[in-house]
């Protein structure tokens, strides 16, 4: 009887562990930079936010941990802010930027960036990217502060690693 019991809590633990093990994360939102200048990431994976604020109608974002397979679609992304309110300007592409360890408490004070592709933004202000950015450094898994960011990739046409202009926001994984 003995015996039973603790093979049912080892089975019980084992399947438990295996649930918890999710690789997935999930962003149940893509939302622009309220705060212009806002830095989100520590030492030099640190990345300030746009000058002006920006505005979403919609969005979600999804990372592998274990696949390097990075999705994210944002809707109506245009600046909230200044003489090209309502537009998304002179913004011609974005590209996804994952943060790790946002905090640096892993990396000596440093975050770690993995950058996806750059996709262009419409004049609607929508863009889309999935593929894979391949292997993710550990400290993406092993450290939970994680953020999930969307870049200036392009300006007219001209490629450029700019701020940051909307975010994942209500994390689930």
């Known amino acids: 009887m003995r015996k039973a019991a603790l093979l049912g809590v080892f089975l019980l633990l084992l399947v438990l562990t295996a649930w918890g093990a999710n690789p997935v994360v999930r962003w149940r939102e893509v939302v622009g930079i309220i705060q212009p200048g806002n830095v989100v990431g520590s030492g030099t994976g640190a990345v300030p936010g746009g000058l002006l604020p920006w505005i979403t109608t919609a969005g ?20 909230a802010g ?32 993995v950058q996806t592709a750059a996709v262009p933004l419409s ?46 926001a209500v994390r689930e994984n």
């Open 60 to 79: 979600v974002a999804r990372v592998n941990l274990d696949t390097g397979e990075i999705q994210f679609v944002v809707k109506g992304l245009v600046l």
């Open 82 to 113: 200044g003489n090209p309110i309502g537009t998304r300007g002179d913004i011609t592409a974005v590209k996804g930027t994952l943060v790790c360890d946002t905090n640096g408490s892993a990396g000596g004070g440093n975050s770690t960036l």
């Open 123 to 168: 004049s609607d202000g929508d863009a889309h990217f999935t593929g894979s950015v391949g292997s993710l450094p550990g400290v993406c898994s092993t450290e939970p502060d994680l953020a999930l960011l969307i870049r200036i990739a392009e300006v007219n046409g001209v490629a450029v690693n700019g701020p940051w202009i909307a975010f994942g």
